[in-house]
């Protein structure tokens, strides 16, 4: 069975991921996510809902400088807020978008993961969300 993840998005970047205007995540942290993981997207507030999914690609990391030359026409953030994000860091890291969906909004049910998690079958409050439709 392929795992599936839960990751808080701000919405402005949520919304550009499901209207296929991004199509890499940008994260301070390398994710352990294989390709093929289905992502749920939460959006984080205002909007405090999950809002759709995408399957992961491959996660591309090198220095911030060079990421950036390698997706800032894919991560939908200007060269200043790429570089305001990644301040610090000596490696940066992108999730390549492979496919989005957008879903009908649902209340979350339970808190929200501040960058991300996986979800489990055994646990109760992760079922309903393991049940969306892909």
């Known amino acids: 069975m392929t795992p599936s993840v839960l990751m808080s998005i701000r919405p402005r970047f949520a919304e550009a991921i ?5 199509t890499v995540e940008l994260r301070r942290r390398r994710p352990s996510l294989p390709v ?32 950036w030359e390698m997706v800032r026409d894919r991560a939908g953030v200007s060269r200043a807020e790429f570089r305001a994000y990644f301040a610090g860091c000596e490696l940066a890291h992108a999730i390549e978008i492979s496919a989005a969906e957008r879903l009908s909004p649902m209340a979350l049910g339970m808190r929200p993961p501040q960058s991300w998690q996986y979800l489990h079958a055994t646990n109760r409050q992760h079922r309903g969300l393991l049940s969306l439709p892909v």
């Not at 939460?42 to 090198?62: K, L, M, R």
């Open 18 to 22: 499901l209207d296929g205007k991004k």
């Open 36 to 67: 093929g993981v289905r992502v749920l997207i939460y959006a984080s507030s205002p909007t405090q809902h999950v809002i759709g999914w995408f399957e992961t690609g491959s996660v591309i990391a090198d220095r911030p400088t060079v990421l």
